[in-house]
């Protein structure tokens, strides 16, 4: 009895440990089997509610030199960020930044609360390291997370960087108003501003991609974002579905010298299903995260750098599980990366690993800093040519 109760003990304790370490070995084969017997959308909210209380792991340790990078009058300790859709409502930033993110985008934020689409809508395909989502912007809304935000201040913390993405309401008769009122109500609190005008799961949000409406779209909010004192950058986010004219429509529009971005997400989920997918899940309805979105993310990022010319700098997203994935994001482009369906499948120690692995690779290179590597397949390619 002794030893039962003293092997459980030891058990127990050894389970703490690994929890709050960040212990690869047990997220990877205790943590995250567990947390995957969850439906989905559980484990999201569980996942959300312990970040928010702090019951995660933290980095403690410094970002090697060569991961920081300055953007935007910003400090960023490393390139490596949280993407909209984990911390929907803005409730557990502070959590997520301490775990090693260099920066976290939380929303979608919509301007009324609303519910989203019914449930299920979260599908994990595990087969495929990937998600199929169909959430349809649910949001607790402007003044609830405007509530939750008020204990931070723009620009107050070096190293640790608050992206705020806004929606539209599903049912909303003018687009463009509810993206200036998210700017009214949380622009002030945000190091960066996302305009999200490429979710597959709210009607007719893709269309606002369009030349007319991004360019009607850009003016109205970066009039009313030059009325914040800080004056917080403006991201668009695309979709990876989009043909060369549309990236060229895109493109031209973020360019203008008045009226334009100071910034590029790219991507958002696609609704392509590619033929290698494995899962039963497959076929569901929504927007398809991970790493079957690894190469069309990181192909997007090149064309989007080619045509602005490298001027514009991009925040990469789309099946980075690895510090090889996070390079191959920056060599076409991407100033900065996020995650998301890489921790939903291997936990917080992912980033951690990531981090390592990117920092290792850049040495290997001969870089002395992460930003010379932006954009170097385009001048690798340059001079095979």
């Excluded at 702090?54 to 991961?67: C, E, I, S, T, Y």
């Excluded at 490596?80 to 803005?90: C, E, T």
């Excluded at 930033?93 to 979608?108: D, K, N």
Aim: glycine residues 10%.
């Amino acid at each position: 009895k002794t030893v039962c109760v003293g092997g459980t003990a030891t058990l127990l304790v050894a389970s703490v440990y690994g929890y709050f370490s960040g212990n690869a070995w047990f997220y990877r084969h205790v943590a995250m089997p567990a947390v995957r017997m969850l439906d989905p959308e559980q484990s999201h909210v569980l996942a959300v509610y312990l970040a928010s209380k702090g019951l995660v792991p933290k980095d403690r340790a410094p970002d090697p030199d060569v991961l920081r990078t300055e953007l935007w009058g910003r400090t960023f300790s490393n390139p490596i960020g949280l993407a909209a859709g984990f911390d929907k409502h803005g409730e557990a930033y502070p959590g997520l930044l301490g775990m090693g993110f260099a920066f976290v985008e939380i929303g979608s934020v919509t301007p009324l609360p609303q519910a989203g689409n019914p449930k299920p809508r979260v599908f994990r395909l595990p087969e495929d390291d990937a998600i199929i989502n169909r959430y349809g912007f649910n949001s607790d809304g402007h003044v609830i997370v405007k509530n939750r935000l008020k204990g931070w201040k723009s620009g107050a913390s070096e190293g640790k960087i608050l992206g705020v993405n806004i929606g539209k309401n599903k049912d909303s008769k003018n687009g463009a108003e509810d993206y200036v009122a998210g700017i009214q109500e949380l622009g002030c609190y945000a190091d960066y501003i996302v305009i999200n005008i490429s979710s597959p799961n709210t009607p007719g949000l893709r269309d606002m991609q369009g030349r007319v409406l991004l360019a009607h779209l850009l003016d109205t909010v970066t009039a009313e974002r030059d009325t914040i004192p800080h004056k917080p950058p403006i991201l668009v986010k695309v979709a990876p579905d989009l043909s060369d004219s549309d990236k060229e429509d895109i493109a031209a529009v973020i360019l203008r010298p008045k009226g334009g971005a100071d910034g590029l997400v790219v991507c958002n989920t696609t609704v392509a299903r590619p033929q290698t997918l494995q899962s039963t899940h497959r076929g569901e309805m929504g927007g398809l995260s991970g790493a079957p979105l690894r190469d069309m993310a990181t192909s997007a990022i090149f064309d989007m750098y080619r045509l602005t010319k490298g001027s514009i700098p991009i925040i990469g997203v789309g099946g980075v599980f690895t510090g090889k994935d996070a390079y191959d994001k920056i060599a076409a482009g991407a100033t900065l990366v996020e995650i998301y369906t890489s921790m939903a499948y291997e936990g917080p120690p992912v980033v951690k690993k990531i981090k390592s692995e990117l920092a290792a690779i850049l040495k290997a290179e001969g870089y002395s800093n992460v930003n010379d590597a932006v954009g170097t397949r385009h001048k690798e390619l340059h001079r095979e040519h």
